[in-house]
């Protein structure tokens, strides 16, 4: 099944979303991501973590979310909004009615302070949504509804996933 993360600029949370489906799925995903207003840059620190996932780099770009409507492109099963910015946003009209779910995440990129701080900001934010991962593949998600998917797809959103200890770091939203 074809996953994609969706955030504005596409350089961090979706990135990651995107990288972690795939690895984390052992083949029952495939991730993807896009932005509605790509910066055209992947996060440096988004790409560190990637790489200790062994996700290849050569797959790591900023898009548009417009390449997923083009003719010939892969058709998505779930699609998930990770930046709160987007879940807001009017969306495309995605073929084949896939389960949408807003998993909203805070921007580690706006995160200040040292290096170290960001890192540690980037690492939350991979653990949380490993976390909203690891439960979905929990779950039978391919043998469910679309209507059973769409709701277990929105209870992962609503699960507590930030470690309390690390939101100290990132600004109010």
Known sequence: MNMLFICT???????????????????RLRGYSAGSHPGGKVNA????????????????????WDEFGLL???????????????AGEACPVWLGHPSTAHWGLPDPAAVSGTDEDKRAAFRAIRDAMSQRINLLLAVPFESMTLEQRRAEMRRIGETSVLDPAVEK????R
């Open 9 to 27: 600029g596409n350089s961090a949370r979706s990135i990651l979303g995107e990288a972690l489906a795939t690895t984390l799925s052992k083949g």
């Open 45 to 64: 620190f988004a790409a560190e973590l990637c790489a200790q996932m062994h996700y290849p780099q050569q797959n790591l770009r900023s898009k548009s």
């Open 72 to 86: 010939g492109a892969p058709v998505m099963d779930l699609i998930v909004t990770v930046c709160d910015s987007a």
């Open 169 to 172: 770091l990132f600004p109010a």
